[in-house]
């Protein structure tokens, strides 16, 4: 079927929302892109004036893709090499999406991604529909072909998984940077005191290299192993400058509504580190270092003023 300007028109105006539902439901960047492409294929090809509800219709081709890919997502994930981490979204991107209230905030970061993955692929979908998107039981209902009974008794069951494993981490911006700015102070004066300071007792410290770089298969855990593993990640050596072939620049920025430590060289992102900060400190590291998960960002980054870097590495 060929697609009148004004179909063309309402598909593209609903893309920014399909992206961003699909990068909550996948954690992947690229994967959302190719969901939402193959959600166009399907809109061209269906009979669209007899669709009564564009909106609801596009949703539910979009939210069935995402079920199959997170069907065999699951299978992949479990042949991963390492710590899986999603991949990451630097400030601006908009396939953030919305961002006005603290559960729109929450369902995009690291934190909360990575508990999505603990989710059946429905408790996922409706989570993400509901929290992120103000989606009604109703709406969610159809979607997924289950009562509207079924689909309260799913999102109770997934917002108790991601509680059991999540820390609130609303910090004003201004604190955010200061601690940060403190953090890297720490991590560059060569001791391991001053970093233990800034961390919670449970600290961690997660690394995704996707067998493509090196990094740690399990966490380190604990503020003294994670100040320990700061400070010689921060600390120059022959090996680093080795591996990281140049001069590496680390700006602070913010990557999946999270302060956030941009790692380049050469322009080009070789790590985007998200700290998690709560009221007692730093309780978390997640560094995606992943190659393949960091072609947008660094596009994104090629794209933008980022200023001066907080701290160089040669």
């Known amino acids: ?124 979908v409706v989570y993400v529909l509901r929290e992120a998107f103000g989606y009604p039981h109703r709406r969610i209902a159809e979607i997924l072909d289950i009562t509207e009974a079924s689909g309260q008794q799913i999102l109770h069951r997934a917002k108790k998984h991601i509680a059991e494993g999540r820390t609130r981490t609303e910090i004003d911006e201004a604190a955010a940077r200061r601690i940060v700015d403190e953090f890297l102070t720490a991590a560059t004066s060569g001791r391991t005191e001053p970093l233990v300071r800034l961390l919670t007792a449970d600290a961690v410290a997660i690394g ?56 380049t060289v050469d322009g080009r992102v070789i790590g985007v580190m998200c700290l998690e900060i709560t009221a007692d400190g730093i309780a978390a590291f997640r560094n995606q270092a992943n190659p393949d998960k960091l072609e947008r960002a660094t596009r994104q980054w090629a794209a933008t003023d980022h200023g001066e870097p907080a701290l160089r590495i040669n």
């Open 208 to 263: 995704d290299g996707g067998g493509k770089v090196p990094a740690r298969t399990r966490p380190f855990e604990g503020a003294v192993a994670v100040a320990k593993f700061m400070r010689s990640l921060f600390t120059p050596n022959q090996a680093a400058r080795n591996l990281l072939g140049g001069t590496a620049e680390i700006h602070v920025s913010y990557a999946n509504g999270l302060p956030a430590l941009v790692v």
């Open 1 to 124: 079927m060929v697609l009148t300007g004004n179909q063309i028109d309402l598909f593209e105006a609903s893309m920014p929302r399909l992206k961003a539902i699909a990068y909550r439901l996948l954690g992947s960047a690229s994967d959302a892109e190719d969901a939402v492409q193959d959600t166009f294929l399907r809109w061209q090809s269906a009979d669209v004036d007899r669709i009564e509800v564009p909106e609801a219709w596009l949703t539910k081709v979009l939210t069935n893709l995402c079920l199959n890919q997170l069907t065999s997502a699951r299978a992949r994930r479990e042949t991963y090499v390492g710590q899986w981490l999603p991949e990451p979204l630097l400030a601006g991107d908009p396939m953030l999406g919305p961002a006005e209230t603290v559960e729109q905030r929450e369902s995009v970061s690291f934190a909360v991604l990575a508990l999505m993955e603990r989710l059946s692929p429905n408790e996922r």
